[in-house]
């Protein structure tokens, strides 16, 4: 079919020049005609060429001629490879006419692909002189086929018959237990025949939009930091059957390499920041809501990413069903400030609220009904900015959404839900329909928190975020020597708090470093020599193994530096042998003595 | 408060001002978690009976026998122990061993003819100045319902 040649020039490959249309250039001996043509911005249709593929030579739209050796022929650009001094012309009279012929009798059998009737337009082929015949979408140019066969390795797709009754089908005509669903066929498909929504009933999701599954090689997100891509190994196709590997193939600096691991990195730090942020309330609970029923109620984080310009819509706000919304509510404190589930305040909500309908306001013109028990817009220019929202035509409802329904006595129009809800300032209730519903969810401690508070041997305040040393005096230290905690970790704050609070903390860091010293608590044991035994009580209850036997003298040396001064031997040694500085016998007896000083023996 | 009423009625106080027994309950708190906690019910201003009185220690793992028996000897109507919940040690594994001894303790006031209501071990972490005011309160009450320690008459009617 094809002879075997290099592609990728290699150095000791040498370069050969040739004419082309009339220009001179140089290429790698031996290198595919079409691949040097298209590097020069030579265009020349192709049907079946795909560059990560071997070429194919069966769709003929390709040809050129070429003159060797003072002989002219008609060859296949995507299958000939280049030598010194040849002239190659695509666009003859003699190729025009020739690929005339060809799209005439491509277009009596597929007169409906688009591709075939745009060439057809383009080459000027109006009158078929061939019997036409009923269109077929697949033009047997065996992309699909090799695709799967030579780079995913699936071999989930063949050829069946010959002639004019050659088709692609799974090997068989069975449905195939090979597939992996890649889409890699859809994909390079030039006629649209192999459809993606065929295979798995894969569909629209709303909120993150995708046909077929995602590229398995992505950016999380736009804003993401680092913005280097990664490859989700479980929809890879290399990771599946070894195949393909464009990705390295392509890749200029050679970045990707499929035999790394994740990898457990130990690090020896003095002082560690706890910054593991926070995870948004999961309304599902809240059934009145219909979070996760209704698809017009979302949280206030997946409209975000709707919003935000990298989004599923790219900053479009649509309803589920594809329409500009002509209502929205947004609905505050879904699980902050209410009993049942966590009670304190969440405090960015409200701002973050009052954002949403600006941008609604601005994107789409649609009514804003805010319904909030109280607007707490605490921080600088957060009431300036409040102002201004209640003057953009923002209706504010102070009253909590008892419901979200798809369902009224009176009949809702198609895509609208019904909020209840009861206006205090008013002393009604009000019904309202609308497009979609934000619900502002609160800011919970992050999954995991409570396996780092035991690691770290940090506390947490009664609402399970990490608790600071003292309120006003240590704010960003924890009870732990060394240990720091900044942002929503300590509990809910606005990005404005996070920055200043870890700013703090890493002054704090910084502080400690360039002491270059550690202050030791003064309340560490100490044996005393001529009462302790040598019996090792002490040595087992230790919990930071600072006790050692001084096996010449026979007794319990206790290492400053490592004591902590729990006092743990203190209580544990037979012989009262052990002296804790600040928490000694003798303190805690005069303590005890003290309390009940008052009562007679 | 209607219980609190009957305790009032049937006492016969050693408190001359309140007319009612007043106990006193020796409690020892580690630093990190229950002393925290109490803080934390002092900050929040809730109430608890003054007759629950701490005395700080490091560690609950830092509570000799000892200082249990020593109060009781010196007139305690009660004491308790508390420190952070199992995991939670702030010096990762005292409160364990605190865990393993007081049992220990408990049994052997047992078989001195002490009321098991008398002595009790608790956990509480800083978050939970509710506890700690729940089990200040609750203690009290209980003491206060034994009456005043007095090791002669136990041990007789035991």
Redesign the interface.
């Known amino acids: 079919m094809n002879e075997k040649t290099e592609i990728i020039a290699e150095p000791d490959v040498k370069m050969v020049t040739f004419t082309i249309d009339g220009k001179e250039v140089t290429a790698p001996d031996r290198t595919f005609l079409i691949k040097v043509a298209r590097e020069h911005n030579i265009e020349i249709p192709t049907l079946c060429y795909n560059e990560h593929l071997e070429p194919y030579g069966v769709c003929r739209m390709c040809i050129v001629e070429v003159t060797r050796n003072g002989r002219r022929r008609i060859v296949t650009a995507c299958n000939y490879p280049v030598t010194e001094g040849i002239v190659v012309e695509t666009r003859n009279e003699r190729i025009i006419n020739n690929r005339k012929l060809l799209l005439e009798m491509m277009m009596a059998r597929h007169s409906e692909v688009e591709v075939i009737r745009n060439l057809a337009k383009e080459y000027g082929v109006d009158t078929i002189r061939f019997k036409e015949q009923p269109s077929e979408e697949c033009i047997l140019c065996g992309l699909c086929v090799r695709v799967c066969n030579d780079l995913v390795g699936a071999h989930a797709l063949c050829f069946a018959q010959r002639g004019p009754e050659r088709y692609v089908t799974t090997p068989y005509d069975v449905e195939s237990d090979t597939c992996i669903g890649c889409g890699a066929c859809y994909h390079v498909c030039p006629t649209n025949h192999i459809k993606m929504e065929q295979m798995d009933g894969l569909s629209v999701v709303y909120g993150d939009v995708s046909l077929g599954p995602d590229k398995p090689i992505h950016i999380d997100f736009m804003q993401a930091v680092p913005a280097t891509p990664w490859i989700d190994q479980k929809s890879c196709i290399h990771f599946q059957t070894d195949g393909c590997g464009i990705c390295s193939e392509v890749c200029p600096t050679d970045a990707i390499h499929y035999d790394m691991k994740d990898e457990i990195v130990e690090v020896e730090a003095g002082n560690i920041i706890v910054t593991s942020g926070f995870k948004g309330f999961d309304p599902s609970p809240m059934y009145q809501f219909g979070y996760g029923r209704l698809p017009q109620v979302m949280t206030s984080i997946e409209f975000e990413k709707l919003s935000n310009a990298g989004g599923s819509t790219g900053g479009k706000l649509l309803t589920p069903d594809g329409r500009t919304p002509e209502a929205v509510a947004i609905v505050h404190c879904i699980g902050s400030r209410d009993k049942n589930y966590n009670e304190y305040c969440s405090r960015i909500c409200c701002m973050q609220s009052l954002k949403f309908s600006h941008l609604i306001r601005e994107k789409t013109g649609a009514e804003v009904y805010q319904c909030y028990i109280d607007m707490r817009c605490f921080g600088k220019g957060y009431e300036e900015f409040y102002s201004r929202v209640l003057s953009e035509d923002v209706h504010f409802i102070r009253g909590k959404v008892s419901e979200v329904t798809d369902f009224s006595p009176d009949g809702l129009p198609e895509g609208k839900v019904l909020i209840k809800v009861e206006d205090t300032l008013l002393g009604i209730v009000r019904e309202i329909p609308v497009d979609m519903v934000i619900l502002s969810v609160g800011i919970e401690p992050q999954v995991g928190a409570q396996d780092l ?2 690691k770290l ?1 940090i ?6 975020f990490f ?1 600071e040393r003292h309120p006003k005096l240590a704010p960003v230290a924890t ?2 020597e060394g240990v720091f905690i900044a942002g929503c970790a300590q509990g809910p704050k606005d990005i404005p708090d996070t920055v200043a609070q870890a700013n703090a903390a890493a002054a704090a860091v910084l502080q400690a470093i360039a002491q270059g010293e550690v202050m030791l608590e003064p ?1 560490t044991a100490e044996v005393m020599e001529e009462q302790c035994t040598g019996c090792e009580t002490c040595l087992s ?1 230790c ?2 193994e600072a006790i050692t036997k001084d096996e010449e003298k026979g007794i319990a040396v206790i290492n400053d530096a490592l004591c ?5 031997c ?3 040694c037979p012989s009262g042998a052990i002296k ?1 500085w600040g ?1 000694d ?1 003798e303190q ?2 005069a ?3 003290a ?2 000083a008052d ?3 | 408060m209607a219980e609190l009423e009957v305790v009032e009625e049937k006492e016969t106080g050693t408190a001359p001002t309140t007319g009612r027994f007043e106990p006193k309950i020796v409690a020892f708190l580690c630093t990190w978690c229950s002393y925290t906690g109490a803080d934390l019910a002092g900050t929040a201003r809730m109430e608890y009976p003054p007759n629950f009185i701490p005395i700080r220690v490091m560690c609950s793992g830092r509570v000799d026998p000892e200082f249990i028996f020593k109060a009781f000897r010196d007139g305690a109507d009660g004491v308790a122990v508390c420190g952070c919940h199992p995991g939670d040690c702030h010096y990762i594994s005292g409160n364990f061993k605190t865990m393993s001894r007081m049992p220990i303790v408990k049994r052997y006031l047992e078989q001195m003819g002490l009321e098991p209501e008398r002595f009790r071990l608790e956990w509480i972490s800083a978050a939970e100045g509710e506890k700690f005011q729940q089990v200040a309160t609750e203690m009290t009450e209980q003491v206060r319902k034994l009456g005043p320690l007095n090791w002669n008459e136990t041990v007789e009617t035991q």
């Open positions: 508070k035991q041997r506390s947490v305040s009664p609402d399970s608790l009870a732990t309340i209850v919990p930071y902590k001064g729990c006092g743990t203190v209580a544990a804790q928490f016998r805690i007896i303590e005890i003595d309390v009940l009562i007679a023996v």
